[in-house]
């Protein structure tokens, strides 16, 4: 069975600091990753995703995620953090390579910014 | 496009009421989902269509709930009776390859 760990359920950073967010994930067929933000009162919105090739990829707002494939984690990073990012994190991942398996999501990290 | 299409976006009911949630998917999206979302809860996946067919519903708490997809272009979450324990944010979203479209949700209030 497939599943996803945020290890963190909320992150409070000051504005302008780094964060990482931490996400694992344990399956036994090769997965697609993705990572999705919901704002306030929004619903879940894609933020990146890995499919193949380099192990970085760089998505919305100034984040980026790098897939560790001996360590299965797919932490999200952003140097530089504003008050606009506050919002729910969610690590998700596409088992099996088919495009017609439901995504497992992970349980959330809530990132809360202060001034 | 205009993104999924949730409605209502609010909805009050009393307790054994039927309550009818609709969602307009993506044109050109062959999965629809729906999901539920509460603070206790979490995000929980109801039920799943591929090309309209009900793929998964094993998420779908009882009997009370029901889900249709009677064309490409259209689906319905229904409660029958609707219990307060039902309230919730309930999330369509739709998906082409690997790329999956949330709509802004329905907020449901049960009282």
């Known amino acids: 069975a497939q599943s996803v760990t945020q290890l963190d359920s909320q992150v409070p950073v000051f504005e302008e600091a780094p964060v990482e967010l931490r996400c694992n994930y344990s399956?036994?067929?090769?997965?697609?990753l993705f990572w999705y933000v919901q704002y306030p009162n929004q619903g879940l919105q894609l933020l990146l995703k890995?499919?193949?090739?380099?192990?970085l990829v760089k998505g919305i707002n100034g984040f980026e995620a790098e897939f560790n494939k001996s360590q299965t984690s797919f932490h999200l990073r952003k140097p530089s953090v504003h008050i606009s990012d506050t919002a729910e994190y969610f690590c998700?991942?596409?088992?099996?390579?088919?495009?017609?398996?439901?995504?497992?999501f992970g349980s959330g990290t809530r990132l809360s910014i202060r001034p | 496009d205009a993104g999924v299409i949730q409605s209502p976006r609010h909805e009050v009911t009393e307790m054994g009421q039927e309550v009818t949630l609709r969602c307009k998917p993506i044109?050109?999206?062959?999965?629809l989902f729906w999901y539920r979302q509460t603070m206790m809860r979490g995000l929980e996946l109801l039920i799943y269509?591929?090309?309209?067919?009900?793929?998964?519903d094993s998420g779908m708490p009882e009997d009370r709930f029901s889900a249709k997809m009677p064309n490409a272009s259209f689906s319905t979450l229904k409660i029958q009776p609707s219990e307060p324990r039902d309230s919730a944010v309930y999330f369509c979203?739709?998906?082409?390859?690997?790329?999956?479209?949330f709509g802004p949700g329905t907020r449901l209030t049960v009282t």
């Open positions: 399956s036994s067929v090769s997965v697609y």
């Open positions: 044109s050109g999206h062959n999965s």
């Open positions: 979203a739709s998906r082409v390859d690997y790329e999956q479209y």
């Open positions: 890995y499919l193949s090739g380099s192990t």
């Open positions: 269509f591929n090309n309209n067919v009900p793929i998964d």
């Open positions: 998700a991942v596409i088992p099996g390579y088919s495009s017609a398996s439901k995504i497992i």
